[in-house]
């Protein structure tokens, strides 16, 4: 089945403690990023990657990493994590291709809790 | 700045009834996507609109696009309860993937 997964699903941590989400997508897909979901704000992306090896900030970066060593792979990292980090995040996914569609999958998403 | 807008945020509607959410954009988009939200749940993909006047129906609901107006449209015909949920329309141009979210209308069907 094609999909993007997610996890962990929920997640409470404390102030300061590195924590990391794993997305992977099945898909072969170019495109991976990451959003958050806040009450009021609706969706913002956090990051981006066209490719392996190629990411790039989003309109939330601060806070957050990222690595792409692999193509169906994208964790999102959260060095420090800090109250205000305490959200929704969603992984998605997609061909990446220009002219096209380019339907975005999403995953299953992760509650993340920041004390 | 690629900016979204979708109104109205709240609606509550009788089973049966007909209506229509808007979503504007304020620049030239490539791309014009419809998504369902359940509570709790991930993002659903409905619709993706490349063209203008392009028109796609799924079972209840169908979604337009007027590029020229920079706006695009979400009908519910006869409603039922199952459509009670979030509904999102997100932007993109060709080149840059992000997705440019309107902040949603939540959707109640009432019977």
């Known amino acids: 089945e094609a999909q993007v997964t997610q996890n962990p699903r929920y997640l409470i941590t404390v102030t300061g403690k590195k924590l990391t989400v794993t997305c992977s997508q099945n898909?072969?897909?170019?495109?991976m990023s990451w959003y958050r979901q806040d009450p009021g704000l609706g969706l913002r992306q956090i990051y981006y990657s066209m490719n392996v090896e190629v990411t790039d900030k989003g309109d939330v970066p601060e806070g957050y990493k990222v690595s792409r060593k692999e193509k169906r792979n994208f964790p999102l990292i959260l060095e420090s994590p800090s109250p205000n980090q305490t959200s929704l995040y969603f992984c998605?996914?997609?061909?990446?291709?220009?002219?096209?569609?380019?339907?975005?999958?999403f995953g299953p998403g992760t509650r993340l809790t920041v004390l | 700045e690629l900016k979204v807008e979708q109104n109205p945020l709240f609606l509550s509607m009788q089973e049966g009834k007909n209506y229509t959410i808007y979503c504007n954009y304020s620049t030239t988009s490539d791309r014009l996507y419809w998504y369902r939200q359940d509570p709790g749940k991930s993002l659903e993909s409905l619709f993706v609109?490349?063209?203008?006047?392009a028109v796609k129906q799924e079972g209840r609901l169908m979604a337009s696009l007027d590029t020229k107006a920079r706006l695009s449209t979400l009908h519910i015909t006869a409603a039922v309860h199952d459509l009670s949920a979030t509904y999102f329309c997100?932007?993109?141009?060709?080149?840059?993937?992000?997705?440019?979210f309107g902040t949603g209308t939540r959707l109640t069907i009432i019977p």
């Open positions: 997100a932007a993109s141009n060709f080149g840059n993937e992000k997705l440019t």
């Open positions: 998605a996914s997609s061909t990446g291709q220009e002219w096209s569609y380019n339907e975005q999958f």
């Open positions: 609109l490349l063209s203008n006047g």
């Open positions: 898909m072969n897909h170019e495109y």
